[in-house]
């Protein structure tokens, strides 16, 4: 084809003589989420199946369960329950399930899956453990135990991202309950 860029000699439309470096991210990628419109949690990406959204009428509701739970759904054909996430770290309101669709992040470990219903998914940061990584200095007793630690955002708001360990909720004696 004549005007075609050539691939293979590097010659061709829109060639510069030095390569673009790309910047490699630092940290290790997390989701970012909110449990209420002002609370903002991440969790570790590797312990995340999937994140999707459902309709409120798809998640079936079981009579005499954890009010912890919202129900199950299926999820490519396996029946995984659906909990509100705020109210089971200590939240007072429940989770707005009057909308049209409801986030739900899909957690798995050693063939244990739980979804976890929230408020709204912000998406995925990389964020460094190494550096500004803290143990949660203000985090109430409820939601301690399931914390890995914070980074401080905004020293001057007081604003912290605090991250969740998704082992620790899916082992939690809290559904029992």
Excluded: C
């Excluded at 860029?5 to 490699?24: A, V």
């Excluded at 630092?26 to 970012?32: A, D, I, Y």
């Excluded at 409120?56 to 329950?81: E, M």
């Excluded at 020293?155 to 899916?170: F, Y």
């Amino acid at each position: 084809m004549v005007g075609s860029p050539d691939f293979l000699t590097g010659k061709g439309q829109d060639q510069s003589s030095e390569f673009q470096e790309l910047e490699s991210p630092e940290g290790e990628l997390h989701l970012r989420f909110y449990i209420t419109p002002t609370t903002e949690l991440a969790l570790p990406a590797i312990g995340i199946k999937e994140v999707i959204s459902r309709t409120p009428d798809t998640i079936t509701p079981i009579p005499n369960a954890s009010p912890l739970l919202l129900g199950t759904l299926n999820f490519r054909g396996r029946v995984i329950w659906v909990a509100d996430l705020g109210q089971f770290l200590g939240e007072s309101t429940s989770l707005n399930t009057d909308r049209p669709e409801i986030p739900v992040i899909a957690i798995e470990d050693q063939d244990t899956m739980l979804g976890l219903a929230v408020d709204q998914i912000v998406g995925m940061d990389w964020l460094d453990v190494e550096t500004g990584f803290q143990m949660p200095n203000n985090a109430p007793d409820s939601m301690a135990p399931f914390l890995r630690g914070e980074w401080v955002l905004d020293t001057q708001n007081n604003k912290t991202l605090q991250l969740l360990d998704q082992v620790a909720i899916l082992r939690s004696a809290r559904w029992a309950a």
